[in-house]
């Protein structure tokens, strides 16, 4: 992996642990805070990404928008009912390291990209750090729907991983992500709609700008992401993003005084050092 691919997924990762971060912070209801900001941003985005069309779109273009958004969309409800259920300490290492798993054995195994012992080495210690730092709510009964939450999440992001590394090879990348962000909340849009209807306006009214610029976060790292998908094996590139889950912890300690115990230690210095072992790749 290049330097400079290097250098913008770790950038990718800290506007996701920001987004993440304050999603869990705010005292509106997640699910219409995720959906309002994103399908605004969206309808601004799509219109200035006409403009950077690199190339043309493919027949089957519509196939992956599709596909991609509804899984997304159902993301989108599931993350932000996550998050009202276990702590994002638990929530966000757990999913994000059962994707990674998920996604390098769907893209070895099924899709036949390549690994070296570096990047696998790589995989497994980012992996390992991630659940190290979800260790110690595994054994609460209190978590266990967010346990179950968490990797119904983890499966989501590695489908729609799988999806953007092919879709990235025949959609212009910029146009991609803004259609993503009408796309993905439509989807959501009968669900959240008829049960979050009185909070939509709520965030429409009073938090509208913090819920664009989440979504613009979120936006940035996607659009990153996938041109990273172009450039690098994707699982190489999911698993490195994951120096979020770094970010997001030292937040929590930081900011929400969540305590910085031996377990996440630990945890950080092995997502750390799979890294760099993944730069090695």
């Not at 209807?197 to 613009?216: E, S, T, W, Y």
């Not at 031996?262 to 993944?278: D, E, F, M, S, Y």
Request: glycine share 6%.
């Amino acid at each position: 992996m290049s330097l400079s691919v290097f250098a913008l997924v770790i950038a990718a990762s800290f506007f996701q642990s920001w987004w993440n971060f304050h999603l869990k912070k705010v005292t509106v209801d997640k699910s219409a805070f995720l959906f309002v900001g994103w399908l605004v941003f969206g309808l601004i985005a799509v219109p200035i990404s006409l403009f950077f069309m690199e190339k043309p779109l493919s027949p089957d273009w519509w196939h992956f928008v599709i596909a991609t958004g509804l899984i997304q969309g159902l993301y989108l409800v599931v993350l932000s009912t996550a998050y009202t259920l276990a702590d994002v300490s638990l929530i966000f290492p757990l999913a994000r390291g059962f994707s990674i798993a998920l996604t390098t054995i769907t893209l070895v195994v099924f899709a036949g990209q390549p690994i070296n012992i570096w990047g696998g080495a790589g995989i497994c210690v980012v992996v390992l750090g991630a659940l190290v730092l979800s260790l110690r709510h595994l054994t609460s009964q209190k978590t266990r729907m967010g346990v179950l939450m968490a990797l119904v999440i983890g499966l989501l992001v590695a489908s729609y991983s799988v999806l953007d590394s092919f879709g990235a090879q025949k959609i212009p990348i910029v146009f991609y992500v803004a259609v993503m962000n009408i796309s993905a909340p439509l989807f959501a849009l009968p669900w959240l709609f008829q049960s979050k209807k009185k909070d939509f306006v709520i965030v429409f009214r009073q938090h509208l700008p913090l819920a664009l610029a989440v979504a613009f976060a979120g936006s940035a790292a996607y659009l990153i992401v996938v041109w990273a998908y172009t450039k690098a094996p994707p699982h190489y590139v999911l698993a490195l993003r994951e120096i979020s889950i770094v970010l997001t912890t030292v937040l929590g300690v930081v900011y929400l005084k969540e305590p910085m115990t031996r377990l996440k230690t630990l945890g950080i210095t092995l997502i750390v050092l799979g890294i760099l072992l993944i730069k090695l790749a």
